[in-house]
């Protein structure tokens, strides 16, 4: 593929991602996080500037179940960033944080899950997140699994972010050991993102 094809191929995605939504109840678990770490004023400092980059959402007074644009999800992980001087760890430890507090995750699939549900039931975990790509374990077997993201493509920040997710995830079950690699990207070239896990069965 010459890079003028690769352009207008990353050209597509782009344009189908921003069509692309998150639930309000994905970024609490954040705002918790964020006030935990840095307190209120670190919410504010990071709402403030979503405010001042044209993201007008007040997400605590929102219904937990409404859409906003991927945009504005992509855009708070940087915001983050740049306001509390976190870096790319922090972000991992801030998803690593999110299912054990998450709406989402308390209300469709409980607090304590199967280490085969998680994997049987990401697709349908997916759904209640994110409108778009799709999420499914490639392959399973005891000890390891790979599983593959596509048609996502948000920002390295957000593979991160989503690194960390998964790992909360895996925290909900038994395997408390678990690893969670982020081996195949599409901002690495990939065809689609692929997260291998691998824990002491
Ligand atoms: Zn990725």
Not at 105 to 115: A, E, K, N, P
Request: hydrophobic share 40%.
């Amino acid at each position: 593929m010459n890079l003028e094809m690769k352009n207008n191929k990353y050209r597509i995605i782009n344009y189908c991602i921003m069509e692309a939504k998150c639930r309000v109840a994905t970024f609490l678990p954040n705002l918790e996080y964020i006030k935990l770490k840095r307190g209120e004023e670190g919410v504010n400092m990071v709402m403030n500037e979503m405010w001042k980059r044209g993201h007008r959402y007040d997400f605590i007074k929102m219904k937990k179940m409404e859409w906003v644009p991927i945009e504005v999800r992509k855009e708070f992980l940087e915001v983050v960033i740049d306001v509390l001087g976190w870096d790319k760890g922090k972000i991992y430890e801030m998803g690593v944080n999110a299912p054990r507090v998450s709406f989402i995750m308390r209300h469709f699939f409980g607090l304590l899950l199967t280490v085969r549900r998680v994997f049987e039931e990401s697709p349908q975990m997916w759904k209640e997140h994110y409108s778009a790509g799709n999420l499914y374990a490639a392959s399973y077997e005891e000890g390891h699994v790979t599983m593959v993201l596509k048609d996502f493509d948000v920002s390295p920040l957000f593979c991160e972010y989503l690194r960390g997710f998964f790992k909360g995830v895996s925290n909900l079950t038994k395997a408390k050991d678990m690893k969670v690699e982020e081996t195949k990207c599409t901002f690495r070239g990939d065809p689609y993102h692929e997260y291998t896990f691998t824990w002491e069965p």
